[in-house]
């Protein structure tokens, strides 16, 4: 049984950091797609980060890049999100995911939370202005 368990969120002022961690337990996340996602009251889920299991290459939405990073301990199992110089409008529910479905077209469906085969439960970042 897969399960994705994520940490780290919090409260935090605009300009300050978090580090997000997804523990994978029943997956190896070297050999899945790992991604994070964030949804915001009334919002829809969106894609926030992503990295592809064989090349490693990962992918940031546009409105994190250059302040968030997406990185993998294979050791720990274990995904994190490093989020810098955090705003106001970043506050959501981070998501972690994991998808098999799209292992061989990663870069063609990264960004789609339709394509994650699982999901954790989220943690709530919360960024004061």
């Known amino acids: 049984q897969v399960q994705l368990v994520e940490s780290g969120g919090g409260l935090v002022q605009a300009g300050g950091s978090l580090r997000l961690s997804c523990a994978a337990s029943?997956?190896?996340?070297?050999?899945?797609?790992m991604g994070w996602f964030r949804q915001a009251p009334g919002k829809e889920r969106e894609f926030v980060a992503a990295?592809?299991?064989?090349?490693?290459?990962?992918y940031h939405a546009d409105s994190v890049k250059g302040r968030f990073t997406i990185s993998r301990d294979n050791a720990k199992n274990t995904v994190y999100l490093q989020m810098n110089t955090l705003k106001p409008e970043d506050t959501a529910v981070y998501y972690c995911?994991?998808?098999?479905?799209?292992?061989?077209?990663?870069?063609?469906?990264?960004?789609?939370?339709?394509?994650?085969?699982?999901w954790g439960r989220g943690t709530q970042v919360t960024v004061s202005s």
């Open positions: 995911a994991a998808s098999r479905t799209i292992i061989w077209s990663c870069g063609s469906y990264y960004s789609v939370p339709q394509k994650y085969d699982y």
């Open positions: 029943g997956v190896t996340i070297s050999t899945v797609v």
């Open positions: 990295m592809c299991w064989s090349t490693g290459i990962t």
